[in-house]
């Protein structure tokens, strides 16, 4: 028997790699979908893991460390936010 | 390289036309399906089009403040959730953290307020003021100072405050129903 394909539609999942829940705490949006300011998920709004092992998008949390209530704290558990490497 | 720059045109031009909610709206929308309520507190909103403008009625069941009507306005900037919600009390009442002018003092709504927190902690918490009155953060000194140094006549205050009458030259909005 011969088969022909004719044609093949490729599909793909992608996910982060994170251990803990799957939503952004800040926006509360899926960490697979991008932060209310971006328009596309993937490179271009990426996540972020704190030394306290919460994740947020990294563009949620650059905001609220921005601000000046957040005192450079992480908002789950007001321990000091430090970029986990 | 010349379809990836197609691929950039193409994407900035969507950009242009794609109708975008912001980002606090897209928020407060989950925030307003996740509310899980007690019967003691009641939201509504007077225009649906405009979910970041709402009013919140709390009737609480116990405490010094039981059989009131507490009216707020909430406002929702378009910064939330950096940006706490405002609220406002629509009437004159006797609290101690509540002014006469109806700006309300709760630790999570201005030090400790954070982007993680939504709108249900914050009607729990609004909801936590009459249940207990905290007379260390007073925004009405004068009813503060009555809750520490005499709790009988501040009881008695509050529940004449509520009937809605004159006290020290303040009408006070009749609240009980």
């Given at each position: 028997m011969k088969i022909i394909v004719k044609s093949i539609t490729a599909?793909?999942?992608?996910?982060?790699?994170?251990?803990?829940?799957?939503?952004?705490?800040?926006c509360r949006l899926d960490f697979e979908a991008c932060c209310p300011d971006c328009l596309y998920p993937g490179q271009t709004c990426q996540i972020v893991e704190g030394a306290c092992g919460h994740i947020f998008h990294v563009h949620c949390i650059d905001k609220w460390l921005n601000s000046e209530n957040s005192q450079n704290l992480c908002p789950m558990d007001r321990l000091a936010w430090k970029k986990l490497q | 390289m010349l379809k990836v720059w197609k691929m950039?045109?193409?994407?900035?031009?969507?950009?242009?036309?794609?109708?975008?909610?912001?980002?606090?709206?897209?928020?407060?929308?989950?925030?307003?399906?996740?509310?899980?309520?007690?019967s003691s507190i009641s939201i509504t909103f007077p225009n649906e089009e405009d979910l970041l403008k709402?009013?919140?009625?709390?009737?609480?069941?116990?405490?010094?403040?039981?059989?009131?009507?507490?009216?707020?306005?909430?406002?929702?900037?378009?910064?939330?959730?950096?940006?706490?919600?405002?609220?406002?009390?629509?009437?004159?009442?006797?609290h101690p953290n509540i002014d006469l002018e109806g700006k309300v003092c709760l630790n999570i709504l201005r030090e400790d307020w954070k982007?993680?927190?939504?709108?249900?902690?914050?009607?729990?918490?609004?909801?936590?003021?009459?249940?207990?009155?905290?007379?260390?953060?007073?925004?009405?000194?004068?009813?503060?100072?009555?809750?520490?140094?005499?709790?009988?006549?501040?009881?008695?205050?509050?529940?004449?405050?509520?009937?809605?009458?004159?006290?020290?030259?303040?009408?006070?909005?009749?609240?009980?129903?």
């Open positions: 599909h793909a999942k992608w996910a982060w790699k994170t251990t803990t829940n799957d939503i952004c705490g800040i | 950039k045109k193409q994407q900035a031009s969507d950009e242009k036309t794609k109708p975008r909610n912001s980002a606090a709206k897209i928020r407060i929308q989950k925030d307003i399906s996740e509310l899980d309520l007690p709402f009013e919140v009625v709390i009737k609480p069941d116990e405490g010094y403040y039981k059989n009131g009507s507490f009216h707020f306005r909430f406002s929702i900037s378009e910064n939330y959730p950096h940006d706490p919600p405002k609220v406002q009390c629509t009437q004159t009442i006797y982007p993680v927190l939504n709108l249900n902690s914050v009607l729990i918490g609004l909801q936590f003021l009459f249940l207990e009155p905290n007379p260390d953060d007073p925004l009405n000194k004068e009813a503060a100072s009555e809750l520490r140094s005499n709790l009988q006549s501040f009881k008695r205050k509050v529940t004449r405050s509520m009937g809605g009458e004159y006290m020290d030259n303040v009408y006070y909005t009749k609240v009980t129903v």
